[in-house]
């Protein structure tokens, strides 16, 4: 029989051995484990070389979108032509009878014939003719370029009118001091600047159009001289677009002239 404990007796009495004393604590304090140790090796340098490749990419990047964006302004892809709405101004002869077709020359006189035979087989007739300065005939945006570039002589110009005289078409033929300044004059088209437009004669026995019709005008360069066409229904009704009758007659007309015009400076 076992005897009974006392206070401050270790539980199991008598023949059981005391517990263990505590073990030294671990290192780290507080009963936690220590921090792992930092990591080895040549991980801490990789992040400044993804910085500086990151940097690389983007300067090229922007370098490449700079290049891109430069190429579109020096895009040089631009019309030279408008449907307008200007006054039109009266001819002064009438050419009622045609007699034979332009053989080309340096005189636009001899250019503007009676009639013109395009490449594509068609016969314009002349419908009046009219000579007068370049101020005089340009419209205001074309007489602010003409004080930079102003034309040597006078503008020679002549009323036609397509085979089935309904459509005509006003053709100018100005001279400059170069090939550059045909061509600085030439582009204003493309801002609206070019001769106030005109109509047949009241004897050519073509109708008036009524006023302010539409039109299209276009221009080219040759040599050191600019040619203008400006077509127009002989109605007075709009035009329609870059693919209808009037743009095309415009052309026709306007390329004939151009390559039968020889210049010599």
């Known amino acids: 029989m076992n005897s009974p404990q006392w206070p401050g007796q270790p539980p199991g009495g008598p023949g059981f051995p005391p517990p263990a004393p505590p073990g030294p604590p671990l290192p780290g304090g507080h009963g936690f484990p220590p921090p792992p140790p930092p990591p080895r090796g040549g991980g801490g340098a990789l992040v400044p070389l993804l910085i500086i490749g990151v940097v690389g990419v983007l300067a090229l990047v922007g370098i490449g979108a700079f290049l891109v964006l430069e190429s579109d302004d020096n895009d040089s892809s631009r019309t030279s032509s408008f449907p307008s709405y200007t006054p039109s101004s009266p001819i002064d002869s009438p050419e009622p009878s045609p007699t034979e077709s332009s053989g080309g020359g340096s005189d636009p006189t001899s250019v503007l014939g009676p009639t013109i035979r395009t490449a594509k087989g068609n016969t314009f007739t002349r419908a009046g003719t009219r000579t007068a300065s370049c101020i005089t005939r ?11 570039y102003p034309c040597i002589g006078v503008m020679h110009s002549a009323v036609y009118a397509n085979p089935s005289r309904n459509i005509i078409t006003s053709v100018s033929i100005a001279k400059f001091t170069s090939p550059s300044a045909a061509s600085s004059v030439s582009r204003v088209t493309s801002s609206k600047g070019w001769p106030l437009l005109l109509t047949p004669s009241d004897a050519s026995g073509l109708p008036q159009p009524r006023a302010n019709p539409a039109y299209w005008t276009r221009s080219w360069t040759r040599g050191s001289n600019v040619i203008y066409a400006q077509s127009y229904w002989s109605s007075g009704a709009e035009t329609g677009g870059r693919t ?8 026709e007309l306007g ?9 010599t400076d």
């Not at 209808?244 to 052309?251: E, I, L, R, Y």
């Not at 390329?255 to 210049?263: A, G, P, Q, R, Y």
């Open 138 to 148: 340009a419209n205001t945006k074309l007489r602010t370029t003409l004080r930079a």
């Open 244 to 251: 209808g009758s009037v743009f095309s007659t415009a052309g």
């Open 255 to 263: 390329v004939e002239v151009t390559n039968t015009l020889i210049w």
